[in-house]
Structure formats: C-alpha cells, structure tokens
C-alpha cells in the first residue's frame, strides 16, 4: 500500500512538470494527488495496512492505538492543514497589497528611474530593480511589473527578450535572501527553520554574486552593447494618479513590516499580512486618486477589485502540493536507528548514505528546482531534515532552491511570467541565458561555501 501512495505522487509530480505539453494547469494534477494521498492514507490507516507518524515523531497504529490513534491521525492531517493555510494566508495577503499598489498605478513610479539610452546601464538599472524590488514584492511580481515597464521602454521584441531573460536571473537572486521574497523562502521562514535576519545575513551576499556575475558577463555580448531609443523625455507623470506614489510607499513599507512584526510579537508571519493587508485597504478606502474622484469610480481602485485580480489557482497549487507532501510526511515507511521514520526523513537517510556530503546533495536539489517544481522540492526537504533554526543547511537550501530555478525559463515562477508574457522559446533561453544563470549560480555557492565551511565554520 505504501507504494501506491508514492506512486500517486510520482505521476502527479510528473503532471505538474509536464504542464506545457500537457496544457493542464498544474493546480489540477496537484489538488487530485492531495486528496487521492491523504485518502489512501487514511483508507490503509484504519485497515491497520500501515502507521501513522506527527511532527513530534509520534507514531500511530489503528491496530493497536484505536480511538487514540484515530485523534492522531485527525490531529496530524490538521496540523498539516494549519501549517499550509498560515502560507496561503500570508500569500493571499502579499498578493493582494500588490494588487491594491497596482490598481493604483503605483508601479509606474519605477519608470521614472529608468531614464538612459544606453542598452548596458539600461541592463544594470533593471538588474538592480528586480533584485531590490523582488526581496520586498517577491520575484514573480517583481518579474511581471519589470517586463511590463520593459515594453514600454523597448520597441524591439528581440532586443526586450534579452532584457527580460536577465529580469529572471536577478530577481530570482533577489527573492533568495529576503524571508518574503520567494515562497521557498516564505515555506522555510514561516516553518521556523530561518528567521529573517539569519536570512538576510547568511544570504544576500551570494546571492548577490549570484546576479552580478552574470550582469556583469552580459554587459560583454552583443545584444547589451550601443544604445538604445529611449523616449527619456517623455512625461512620465501623465500615467501616474494622485495616489500612485502614496500606495507604492505604503504598500511596499507594509510588506517590509511583517517581518520586524514578528521579531516583536513572535506571532506567526500571516498575522502580521493580515495587519498589512487591514491598514493598505484602510489607506485606499478614503484615498483621491484622481482631481475629480466621484463614488461611482470608486470601484476601480478598491480592493474588492484588487481581490478578483489575485490569482487564487496558485494559491490552490499550494495547498495541493503542500498537503500532498504532508500526507508522504506523514507514512511511516521504513527504521532508522531503530525509530519509525516517515517516507521522506528516510529518503534523506537514503540520499545521506548514498551522498555523504550534505552541500553537494543540496546543491543538485538547486539544479533539480530548474527541472521540476522549487516548492515541493523544498517541501520534502523540511520533512526530510531536522537542522536547528539558521543552520547552515536552511539557508543553503534557501539559496540553492530560490537561484537554482534560473537555469530554465520553465524552472522559477519569475521564469513561466515571463516566458508567458513575452512569449519566450524554451529553446532559446536554454542556449543564450541557461549558461549565465549556471555561472552565477555556481559562483554564489562558492562563495557561500566559502564563509560558511572555510572561513567561518558554520555548522
């Protein structure tokens, strides 16, 4: 029976990868193998076919436990439950703050920033702003807003393909490092396996290796030389509002709360979204946004309507996936130590004998995120590990899962954005810009490895 479970996650990982040849929304596949896992459990728990195991390492047989292992079982699928709503809550709350800012054209601020006609400075000032804007907003909206604002700099498709490639490449750099700007690193933070400046101490400075070194490289080949037709006097006010600026500030200073929001309280992360979200929509109920602002368009800068925009089949992603792998979690599968282990702390005892060295398994996790899904990747790997809180082996994981994800376009949430916005080939991001994402990748994991095991001797 044991096998059947894992065979239902095995096709419904492959479904999920194989999104595009199959034009199914992942959502599909991972919900179906959410609720078909947990329901063979739950059919071979009470069949006494196989136990139970929680977060605390208790194990529960139906043959043996009865009505006590029944509430076992009832109070792990909860808490399994409760650990991926506090995700989805913090996410939906995330979501739509930048909704709101984007309702009222906030992002159109950044434009002004972006006022040359040379193609390299013009790739280092959009490289900055998604690393930067990518570790407040997360890397997928930061990638959306920068290939937005890229078409209304650059005319030539070919030419903005390039730009938007390398968007990837930083942003993905840039939500590595920061607790709320990539949902790995989200999973991870809210998990308490990293705290946010553990994070950012451990983090940025690889990741920061991570996006210069292939801007850098960049700068050198041809499509980044000579310049391009910038329209630098073009007024940029006229397509911002009265409350554009305002929304941007707010906005993004109350995502950059959440975290010293919770170093203060110690409440779990989506509390302090919820706060966020309360007083962003508070703001834009009695805002102006335009000189004759009358009830009747109201409607088009509230946050009711930044709510329809969200999109709601991620967030369904997530709950499949993060249930799905929760109920792998959970199966008692195999003795370690003489202890019952779940499937995937034995699949990392497996992969521990097979690869002594735990960095080099970590770093094949970075470049197997470019070929199937970074969150169930890491997912499995907090149900796999028990490092304490900030051990080098979480922030590792959060580099690695968070910029490994660059190689493909497919491999990274900020990758699928734009491949869908900008209708980039497959094939040619593997031949022109795969290269430069491995390069950085490889050349902020050095330096990671560098402080951590040489210098420093982190443990």
Same mark, same amino acid.
């Given at each position: 029976?044991?096998?059947?479970? @894992? %065979? =239902? /996650?095995? $096709? +419904?990982?492959?479904? *999920?990868?194989?999104?595009?040849? !199959?034009?199914?929304?992942?959502? &599909?596949?991972?919900?179906?193998?959410?609720?078909?896992?947990?329901?063979?459990?739950?059919?071979?728990?009470?069949?006494?076919?196989?136990?139970?195991?929680?977060?605390?390492?208790?194990?529960?047989?139906?043959?043996?436990?009865?009505?006590?292992?029944?509430?076992?079982?009832?109070?792990?699928?909860?808490?399994?439950?409760?650990?991926?709503?506090? @995700? %989805? =809550? /913090?996410? $939906? +709350?995330?979501?739509? *703050?930048?909704?709101?800012?984007? !309702?009222?054209?906030?992002?159109? &601020?950044?434009?002004?920033?972006?006022?040359?006609?040379?193609?390299?400075?013009?790739?280092?000032?959009?490289?900055?702003?998604?690393?930067?804007?990518?570790?407040?907003?997360?890397?997928?909206?930061?990638?959306?807003?920068?290939?937005?604002?890229?078409?209304?700099?650059?005319?030539?498709?070919?030419?903005?393909?390039?730009?938007?490639?390398?968007?990837?490449?930083?942003?993905?750099? +840039?939500?590595?490092?920061?607790?709320?700007?990539?949902?790995?690193?989200?999973?991870?933070?809210?998990?308490?396996?990293?705290?946010?400046?553990?994070?950012?101490?451990?983090?940025?400075?690889?990741?920061?290796?991570?996006?210069?070194?292939?801007?850098?490289?960049?700068?050198?080949?041809?499509?980044?030389?000579?310049?391009?037709?910038?329209?630098?006097?073009?007024?940029?006010?006229?397509?911002?509002?009265?409350?554009?600026?305002?929304?941007?500030?707010?906005?993004?200073?109350?995502?950059?709360?959440?975290?010293?929001?919770?170093?203060?309280?110690?409440?779990?992360?989506?509390?302090?979204?919820?706060?966020?979200?309360?007083?962003?929509?508070?703001?834009?109920?009695?805002?102006?946004?335009?000189?004759?602002?009358?009830?009747?368009?109201?409607?088009?800068?509230?946050?009711?309507?930044?709510?329809?925009?969200?999109?709601?089949?991620?967030?369904?992603?997530?709950?499949?996936?993060?249930?799905?792998?929760?109920?792998?979690?959970?199966?008692?599968?195999?003795?370690?130590?003489?202890?019952?282990?779940?499937?995937?702390?034995?699949?990392?005892?497996?992969?521990?004998?097979?690869?002594?060295?735990?960095?080099?398994?970590?770093?094949?996790?970075?470049?197997?995120?470019?070929?199937?899904?970074?969150?169930?990747?890491?997912?499995?790997?907090?149900?796999?590990?028990?490092?304490?809180?900030?051990?080098?082996?979480?922030?590792?994981?959060?580099?690695?899962?968070?910029?490994?994800?660059?190689?493909?376009?497919?491999?990274?949430?900020?990758?699928?954005?734009?491949?869908?916005?900008?209708?980039?080939?497959?094939?040619?991001?593997?031949?022109?810009?795969?290269?430069?994402?491995?390069?950085?990748?490889?050349?902020?994991?050095?330096?990671?490895?560098?402080?951590?095991?040489?210098?420093?001797?982190?443990?």
């Amino acid at each position: 029976m044991e096998s059947i479970i @894992i %065979l =239902i /996650f095995v $096709i +419904g990982y492959l479904s *999920i990868t194989l999104e595009h040849p !199959l034009r199914l929304d992942k959502t &599909v596949p991972a919900l179906i193998m959410a609720a078909l896992i947990w329901a063979v459990l739950a059919v071979g728990f009470h069949s006494g076919w196989f136990s139970v195991i929680d977060t605390h390492e208790q194990v529960y047989n139906y043959a043996s436990g009865g009505v006590d292992a029944e509430h076992g079982f009832e109070n792990t699928l909860l808490h399994h439950l409760g650990k991926t709503a506090e @995700i %989805l =809550i /913090f996410l $939906i +709350g995330a979501m739509t *703050i930048v909704e709101i800012i984007d !309702l009222h054209r906030g992002f159109e &601020v950044l434009k002004g920033a972006v006022r040359t006609r040379s193609k390299k400075k013009l790739l280092w000032i959009i490289g900055i702003l998604a690393f930067i804007l990518s570790a407040i907003i997360d890397n997928l909206t930061a990638t959306i807003v920068l290939v937005t604002l890229l078409r209304k700099l650059i005319s030539n498709r070919n030419e903005r393909l390039w730009y938007a490639a390398m968007v990837v490449i930083a942003a993905n750099a +840039g939500g590595a490092w920061s607790p709320i700007g990539d949902v790995t690193t989200t999973m991870l933070w809210i998990a308490n396996k990293v705290t946010a400046l553990g994070l950012i101490e451990f983090v940025i400075l690889p990741s920061i290796v991570c996006f210069v070194v292939p801007f850098f490289i960049a700068g050198f080949l041809k499509p980044f030389k000579g310049e391009i037709e910038v329209d630098a006097t073009e007024d940029v006010v006229a397509e911002r509002l009265l409350s554009s600026k305002t929304m941007l500030f707010l906005g993004l200073g109350m995502i950059v709360s959440v975290p010293i929001f919770k170093t203060f309280t110690h409440l779990p992360p989506y509390v302090g979204m919820m706060l966020a979200l309360g007083v962003v929509w508070l703001v834009s109920e009695y805002i102006h946004p335009e000189e004759d602002f009358s009830k009747e368009r109201r409607h088009l800068y509230s946050a009711h309507k930044a709510l329809s925009r969200i999109e709601i089949s991620s967030i369904l992603f997530f709950l499949g996936i993060l249930m799905a792998v929760a109920g792998l979690e959970s199966l008692v599968y195999g003795v370690v130590n003489n202890e019952e282990v779940g499937t995937l702390r034995y699949l990392a005892e497996v992969l521990q004998a097979a690869i002594p060295n735990q960095d080099i398994v970590v770093m094949l996790l970075g470049v197997l995120s470019a070929i199937i899904d970074n969150v169930p990747l890491v997912a499995a790997s907090i149900g796999m590990y028990e490092s304490p809180t900030d051990s080098v082996l979480w922030h590792f994981i959060a580099y690695s899962a968070g910029t490994g994800g660059s190689m493909l376009i497919i491999g990274s949430a900020a990758g699928v954005a734009a491949m869908g916005m900008e209708r980039i080939d497959f094939i040619w991001y593997l031949k022109k810009v795969a290269w430069l994402a491995f390069i950085g990748f490889l050349a902020g994991a050095g330096v990671f490895l560098l402080f951590e095991r040489v210098l420093f001797h982190h443990v």
